[in-house]
């Protein structure tokens, strides 16, 4: 009998991922023989950890921090997605080629869209963040022709030159944390910085929530996250924790190596359910 095709998830740290078990769920739920693991690579291993996987017959794998960026270099060829996103989360591995892909975009966009049922069309949005996260979420979310997106940084330069990079692709504009233009109804706010994950708590900007905002976490926890709590103190519509968008992002590469997209709700539930 053939040995099951092997998969993937490398990044430092990677106890963490939640990767392996979402990937051991979408497999046994549409028969694909598969094998995925969690690959621990320091970033000066990382092009010998992708190499080697890639001799021993590995047919994919997912990248995490701190590699998106990174990995690039090690590609053969790149979707125009991971292009325009200038990060990569899926390699295959085909004739002897690697081919980078960046699933994390639509991932969020089929969290919004399907998942909570948002239409994103003409939505005003805010996004906090200018780092490697807010770059994989841009292009996509300005692909939906929001009224508005703007990105509100620490640093403002950061925030800035994303906003040179994907002027042609919408209405995105710039600005600081802590001057975020108080005279409009955000519909969307998406926390994109990596402070929670620090452990840090910046002051969000509390005049962007109102009782008709949507919270969206990019970080997901097993217990609230900062942002997500402050969202619920600000008396937020919802606010969300970006479980979604990481079982979204999983069926995508899923798809990309099995040709099979599965079913992510049972997924999700599994996940709620078991962290
Ligand atoms: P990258 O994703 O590029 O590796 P990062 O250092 O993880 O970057 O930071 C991602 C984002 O979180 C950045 O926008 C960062 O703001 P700066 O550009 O000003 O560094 C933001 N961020 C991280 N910690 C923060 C904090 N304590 N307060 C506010 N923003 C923070």
């Not at 805010?126 to 490697?132: H, S």
């Not at 009782?211 to 619920?232: H, Q």
């Amino acid at each position: 009998m053939k040995s099951p095709d092997r998969y993937g998830v490398i990044g430092y740290p990677i106890s963490h991922s939640r990767s392996p078990l979402i990937h051991r769920v979408f497999a046994e739920q549409t028969g694909e023989a598969i094998e995925y693991e969690p690959l621990k690579v320091r970033p000066d291993k990382l092009e010998r950890a992708v190499r080697q996987f890639q001799r021993a017959g590995g047919k994919g794998l997912n990248v995490t921090a701190p590699h998106k960026s990174e990995v690039i270099k090690l590609c053969d060829h790149l979707s125009e997605r991971a292009a325009t996103a200038g990060a990569v989360n899926t390699l295959s591995f085909r004739d002897h080629e690697i081919h980078g892909d960046n699933t994390d975009g639509i991932g969020l966009l089929r969290d919004l869209a399907v998942n909570h049922d948002l239409t994103l069309e003409n939505m005003r949005m805010l996004i906090l963040g200018a780092g490697g996260a807010t770059r994989g979420i841009i292009g996509p979310l300005l692909e939906m022709r929001p009224a508005l997106l703007i990105i509100a940084n620490r640093t403002l330069g950061k925030a800035k030159a994303l906003t040179q990079h994907f002027s042609g692709f919408g209405p995105v504009s710039a600005c600081r944390l802590d001057e975020v233009p108080d005279d409009t109804d955000y519909e969307l706010v998406i926390n994109a910085t990596s402070a929670g994950l620090k452990g840090d708590t910046p002051s969000y900007p509390a005049a962007a929530v109102s009782p008709e905002t949507i919270c969206y976490d990019l970080s997901y926890g097993l217990s609230p996250t900062p942002f997500s709590i402050w969202a619920r103190e600000q008396g937020a519509a919802e606010s969300i924790m970006g479980w979604g968008m990481l079982v979204e992002q999983a069926a995508e590469s899923f798809n990309i190596w099995r040709g099979v997209r599965p079913q992510t709700a049972p997924v999700l539930e599994h996940m709620l359910i078991t962290v």
